[in-house]
């Protein structure tokens, strides 16, 4: 299994990025999984990977549809040259208020633009690593024009950047079933029930449309995860978990797992609550039972085999937190050594 750290300070400067990326190094991870919240992810991930030498590199995901398809290739080109590799590139839609308020973009309907926005993505990249003519022409992108002087040269190491794709509805999985390398699961939608029932399934019938092995596209699980070096730590580790889920559980795009695990009404009251105003009374509907099924929970003694337990055979990687205090590092290393295992 392979095992990501997270960028887990959406607000990190960008001057912090090298230490953070070294020190999920040192541990030992993979990867490293870079958001995109107030940092253009390029930006973040070219400072994490001119600072290391091993660690992949995978954009968690970048807003999309406030750029080309044309731009964000030549971005992913870039910096798979210059890691010899290292760099996968992770695109979602976002939402229609953002792109359209905040980025200032023409919104349409989702998944089917993102099925022209991939593959746009990839007629360059065969474009350019396979000398074929750029004719891509779709709904959304017309894709046509490629200058022998804007051409970049195809990369040494053979790999077009894998293009990671982050999906929640059907639609969308099933796109990412067609087109992508790897899918990294939401926090609010990263159970193994949820990931092996609803999503592996509908990913697996987009392979299948598109003449596609199933099974091609590798997940990412991606939840949210309570250890420490003792019971306080993971107790506190699981409140504040508890308290992000109880916020994001609120909106009706994430309900898929409360619905699988039989507490669809979960979603509706906290709904109700939020527009009433009644955030105290959010907290109590999320229970302790629930965190246990939505939160794997364990010391760093415990937490590598109920990992690997919860989701081996469902999903190829996993993102993990760093410790927050660094004296931790030591035995936290041995922690990501037994799930890559």
């Known amino acids: 299994m392979r095992v990501y750290a997270s960028v887990d300070d959406p607000h990190m400067s960008l001057r912090e990025v090298p230490a953070h990326a070294q020190r999920a190094e040192r541990l030992g991870f993979d990867g490293l999984i870079v958001p995109e919240v107030v940092n253009d992810a390029i930006l973040v991930s070219l400072?994490?990977?001119?600072?290391?030498?091993?660690?992949?590199?995978?954009?968690?995901?970048?807003?999309?549809?406030?750029?080309?398809?044309?731009?964000l290739a030549q971005d992913a080109w870039g910096l798979a040259e210059m890691s010899g590799g290292r760099f996968?590139?992770?695109?979602?839609?976002?939402?229609?208020?953002?792109?359209?308020?905040?980025y200032g973009m023409p919104w349409s309907a989702p998944a089917a633009r993102m099925r022209d926005y991939v593959g746009g993505?990839?007629?360059?990249?065969?474009?350019?690593q396979n000398d074929a003519p750029l004719q891509y022409t779709s709904d959304a992108?017309?894709?046509t024009r490629m200058q022998p002087f804007f051409k970049p040269a195809p990369l040494a190491h053979g790999e077009t950047p894998p293009i990671v794709m982050g999906a929640i509805g059907p639609k969308m999985c099933e796109v990412a079933g067609e087109l992508a390398d790897r899918v990294i699961g939401h926090p609010t939608n990263s159970t193994p029930e949820y990931l092996r029932d609803v999503m592996r399934p509908r990913l697996d019938a987009g392979s299948t449309a598109a003449g596609r092995a199933p099974g091609v596209v590798d997940l990412i699980a991606n939840p949210m995860i309570a250890t420490g070096r003792d019971a306080a730590a993971v107790t506190a580790e699981r409140a504040a978990a508890k308290q992000v889920l109880t916020f994001t559980y609120s909106t009706p795009p994430y309900w898929a797992t409360l619905e699988h695990h039989g507490w669809g009404e979960v979603g509706q009251a906290l709904l109700d609550k939020t527009r009433a105003g009644d955030w105290e009374?959010?907290?109590?509907l999320i229970t302790?039972?629930?965190?246990?099924?939505?939160?794997?929970?364990?010391?760093?003694?415990?937490?590598?085999?109920l990992l690997r337990d919860r989701?081996?055979?469902?999903?190829?990687?996993?993102s993990l937190r760093m410790p927050q205090d660094p004296a931790d590092d030591a035995v936290f290393r041995a922690v990501v050594s037994a799930l890559r295992a």
């Open 121 to 128: 993505m990839r007629a360059v990249f065969d474009c350019w």
């Open 288 to 305: 302790e039972d629930m965190i246990d099924v939505l939160v794997p929970s364990g010391s760093f003694d415990e937490i590598a085999p």
């Open 88 to 102: 996968e590139i992770g695109v979602g839609p976002q939402v229609k208020g953002n792109i359209e308020k905040r």
């Open 47 to 71: 400072l994490a990977l001119e600072h290391t030498t091993t660690l992949r590199v995978l954009t968690g995901v970048v807003i999309a549809f406030a750029r080309s398809p044309m731009l």
């Open 281 to 284: 009374g959010m907290n109590a």
């Open 311 to 318: 989701f081996d055979g469902i999903a190829a990687g996993i």
């Open 141 to 143: 992108y017309t894709l």
